[in-house]
C-alpha cells in the first residue's frame, strides 16, 4: 500500500497515546506491582528499568523503524524487507531444527519441540514472512484470553458503582469472584462488551478511532491513577507499603529475577506482536521516532510505578497480605477500598476499576487493531468488513477461555489433547493460553524481530529509517557536515546495533529456553 493511501495518525501526541495505550494494561497495574513484590521490591524494580532501556527499546525502535519504512502490516514489513535474505533464513531454519532438537532432549516436551521445529521448516520454505503471520496470529489468540479478562473489568466496575463489592473479608470476596468467573452465560456478557468496544474503535478507523479514543482515555487514566495514588499514600500506615515496593533488596535478586523482568518488559512494551510495526506503519515519514519511542517507554513505566504506590500502601495499610497473586485486584483490592475510612469503598473501587478497564481495552484496541491491518491488506477487504469478521472469529474463539474458566471440563477433549502434548494442564484454556503465548510465543517472536532488524534488514537502514525526517532519501551516516551530531548519532546507532543484534536475542533466547524448562537456575 502506498504512504498516500494509508492512513496515517494525526499527531506525534496521538501516535504516542495510542502505542501507550496499547502498552499500559493490565500487565502494568496488576503483573507488574505483584511481580515486584516477589523478587525484592525496588532493587527488581531497578533490574526492570534496566531491560527497558538495553533490550525493550532497542526492539521497540526496530518494530517502529520496520513499520514506518515498509508502511505494511507485519506480514507486508517482513515480506517488505526480506528480499536477498534467503540464506540467513535458511541458517536460521537449521538452527531452529537444533533448538527443537534441544527442547525435546532436555525438557521432553514433545508439543513445544513440535510446535518450534514447525515453525523452522516454515521460515526454510517463506523465509521470514512467517515470522509476520505468527505476530498477526498471537496478537488474535492474545486478544481472545484478554477480552475475558477485560470483560470481568466492565463487570466489576458496574458492581462497583452498583455497591455490590461490599464484601469485608477475604472469604466473601472469594466468592463473589468465583460466582462470577464460574457464570459462563455473564462472562460471554462481559467477553462481547469488551470486543464490541474494542471493534466500535476499529470500525471507526486510525485518526478517527483509535487515536481519538487513546487520545480521550490516556490522560483520564493517568488522572484517576494519580487521584488513586494520593488516597493510599496519605493513609495511616501506607509508609509499610511504599517501602515494601521501593526499597531495595538486592538479596532477592537472581538470575531468575533478571529473566522475569526481561519478559515483563516485553510483555508490557507489548513487543513481539507486531503490534508496534502495525503502529509504526500509519506514521508518517517526518516524525521522530527516537524521541516518541522514549516517551512511550517512560509512560508505561510511570504507570506501572504508579500502580505500585496505588495498590501497595492501601494493602499494607489495611494489614491485607500483598503476595496474592492473581487475587489481588480482584479480590484483595476491593476490601482494601471497602476498608479506607469514610464509607466511600464504592467510590474508590468505581474508580479503580473504571482504570483497569480503560488500561485493558486501550491494549485489546491495540490488538485488534493489528489483525485488522494484516486481514485489510492480505485479504484485500475493507477495514469495516475486516473489524467485523475478526471480531465475530475472536468472539467466536474466546468463548473457549471464557467457558473453560467457568468449568474445563465442558471441553474434556481439549483438556485431553492438552495433557497430552504438554505433559500436564495449568488450569484451564485461558491459563494454557496466556502461558504458551506470554511465555514461549513472545519471546520466540521478540527473538526473531530483533535477529530480522539486526542481521536481515541490518542496521545502517533501519537506523536511517529512525533518523529520517521527511520523505527525502534519509540522511547518511557519514561524517560530512555537521560532524559533532553525526558523532553523537554514529555512537548511538553503534550502541543500538550492540543491544539489538547481540544482546538482545541472547537474551530472549535464554527467557525462551528458561521459559520452557532447558535452562534451569
Ligand atoms: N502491554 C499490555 C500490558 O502491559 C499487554 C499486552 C500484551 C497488550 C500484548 C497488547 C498486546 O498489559
Redesign the pocket.
Known amino acids: 500500500m502506498s504512504q498516500t493511501q494509508r492512513e496515517h495518525w494525526g499527531s506525534t501526541w496521538g501516535f504516542i497515546m495510542a502505542a501507550a495505550g496499547?502498552?499500559?494494561?493490565?500487565?502494568?497495574?496488576?503483573?507488574?506491582p505483584y511481580i515486584t513484590g516477589m523478587n525484592g521490591g525496588g532493587a527488581f524494580v531497578l533490574v526492570y528499568l534496566g531491560c527497558m532501556l538495553l533490550i525493550g527499546l532497542p526492539v521497540m525502535l526496530a518494530e517502529f523503524a520496520m513499520g514506518r519504512a515498509s508502511q505494511s502490516d507485519p506480514i507486508g514489513a517482513f515480506q517488505y524487507f526480506q528480499k536477498g535474505s534467503e540464506i540467513i533464513g535458511k541458517c536460521f531454519a537449521g538452527v531452529g531444527i537444533l533448538l527443537a532438537a534441544l527442547i525435546a532432549v532436555f525438557s521432553s516436551n514433545y508439543g513445544l519441540a513440535a510446535v518450534v521445529a514447525l515453525i523452522a521448516l516454515a521460515v526454510y520454505r517463506w523465509g521470514f514472512t512467517v515470522v509476520g503471520f505468527f505476530c498477526s496470529l498471537v496478537?488474535m489468540l492474545?486478544?481472545s484470553y484478554?477480552a475475558v479478562i477485560g470483560g470481568w473489568t466492565l463487570l466489576y466496575t458496574y458492581d462497583a458503582f452498583a455497591g455490590n463489592l461490599n464484601f469485608a473479608n477475604h472469604d466473601e470476596a472469594g466468592k463473589m469472584f468465583g460466582q462470577m468467573a464460574a457464570n459462563g452465560w455473564l462472562c460471554t456478557l462481559g467477553m462481547v462488551l469488551y470486543i464490541g468496544i474494542c471493534a466500535f474503535v476499529c470500525y471507526a478507523g486510525v485518526k478517527k478511532g483509535v487515536e481519538l479514543a487513546s487520545k480521550l482515555l490516556m490522560p483520564i487514566l493517568f488522572l484517576l491513577i494519580v487521584v488513586l495514588v494520593l488516597r493510599a499514600v496519605t493513609l495511616p500506615g501506607a509508609g509499610k507499603g511504599i517501602s515494601f515496593f521501593l526499597k531495595p533488596d538486592f538479596s532477592k535478586i537472581s538470575e531468575k529475577s533478571i529473566l522475569d523482568a526481561l519478559g515483563h518488559a516485553f510483555?508490557?512494551?507489548?513487543l513481539g506482536?507486531g503490534?508496534l510495526i502495525t503502529y509504526g506503519s500509519y506514521l508518517p515519514r517526518n516524525r521522530n521516532i527516537l524521541s516518541a519511542s522514549v516517551s512511550i517507554a517512560f509512560f508505561?513505566t510511570l504507570l506501572?510505578m504508579l500502580a505500585g504506590l496505588a495498590i501497595f500502601p492501601a494493602v499494607f495499610a489495611m494489614n491485607m497480605s500483598p503476595a496474592q497473586g492473581p487475587s489481588l485486584i480482584f479480590q484483595i483490592l476491593p476490601i482494601t477500598f471497602n476498608a479506607i475510612p469514610g464509607s466511600l469503598g464504592w467510590l474508590w473501587n468505581g474508580v479503580f476499576f473504571v482504570l483497569l478497564a480503560i488500561?485493558?481495552l486501550t491494549?485489546?484496541i491495540?490488538?485488534l487493531e493489528?489483525a485488522v491491518a494484516t486481514a485489510m491488506q492480505h485479504l484485500k477487504i475493507s477495514r469495516q468488513k475486516a473489524v467485523i469478521v475478526l471480531s465475530l472469529v475472536i468472539g467466536a474463539f474466546a468463548l473457549l477461555s471464557c467457558w473453560s474458566v467457568a468449568d474445563w471440563s465442558c471441553f474434556p477433549q481439549l483438556e485431553k489433547m492438552f495433557k497430552g502434548l504438554f505433559g500436564s494442564v495449568k488450569g484451564n484454556f485461558l491459563d494454557e493460553l496466556d502461558y504458551i503465548c506470554?511465555s514461549w510465543i513472545?519471546p520466540l517472536d521478540g527473538l526473531l524481530i530483533a535477529i530480522f532488524a539486526g542481521w536481515v534488514l541490518g542496521v545502517g537502514k533501519c537506523a536511517r529509517e529512525l533518523y529520517r525526517r521527511g520523505d527525502a532519501e534519509p540522511l547518511t551516516l557519514s561524517c560530512s557536515g555537521n560532524c559533532r551530531s553525526k558523532l553523537n548519532m554514529q555512537l548511538s546507532v553503534k550502541a543500538w546495533s550492540l543491544f539489538v543484534r547481540f544482546v538482545a536475542p541472547l537474551l530472549t533466547l535464554l527467557t525462551f529456553l528458561y521459559a520452557v524448562g532447558v535452562v534451569k537456575f
Request: hydrophobic share 55%.
Open positions: 496499547s502498552a499500559i494494561g493490565l500487565g502494568n497495574i496488576w503483573r507488574f496478537a492474545i486478544l484478554y510483555y508490557s512494551l507489548s506482536m503490534i508505561d506501572a488500561a485493558a491494549s485489546g491495540s490488538l493489528c506470554s513472545l
